[in-house]
């Protein structure tokens, strides 16, 4: 079992920063892949940003693209979400999400963290 943790959200004015924290527990050896989606009032979950522990690759989604960057402390088991720029379509609650060997899809799901961007 892996255990997620997410913290840094809160409310901020538009063009602003955040950054997010997802801490990993338990079996994290099993992990190849962590990632953040977000869900809006009103809309399905999105995909948001992902980071593959292979070769250190990171994906985007296009509406962060250029504003967000996702990395990871391996040290400390956790993966971050800077975003800058913020909007307030940025606004949701945002999911730290992690993949393991054994499967292809996300297994783990941390309890998410609201954003909120004022205009």
């Known amino acids: 079992q892996v255990q997620l943790v997410e913290s840094g959200g809160g409310l901020v004015q538009a063009g602003g920063s955040l950054r997010l924290s997802c801490a990993a527990s338990?079996?994290?050896?099993?992990?190849?892949?962590m990632g953040w989606f977000r869900q809006a009032p009103g809309k399905e979950r999105e995909f948001v940003a992902r980071?593959?522990?292979?070769?250190?690759?990171?994906y985007y989604a296009d509406s962060v693209k250029g504003r967000f960057t996702i990395s990871r402390d391996n040290a400390k088991n956790t993966v971050y979400l800077q975003m800058n720029s913020l909007k307030p379509e940025d606004t949701a609650v945002y999911y730290c999400?992690?993949?393991?060997?054994?499967?292809?899809?996300?297994?783990?799901w941390g309890q998410g963290t609201q954003v909120t961007v004022s205009s």
């Open positions: 999400a992690a993949r393991t060997i054994l499967t292809i899809k996300y297994d783990y």
């Open positions: 980071l593959e522990w292979s070769g250190g690759i990171t």
């Open positions: 338990g079996r994290t050896f099993m992990l190849n892949a």
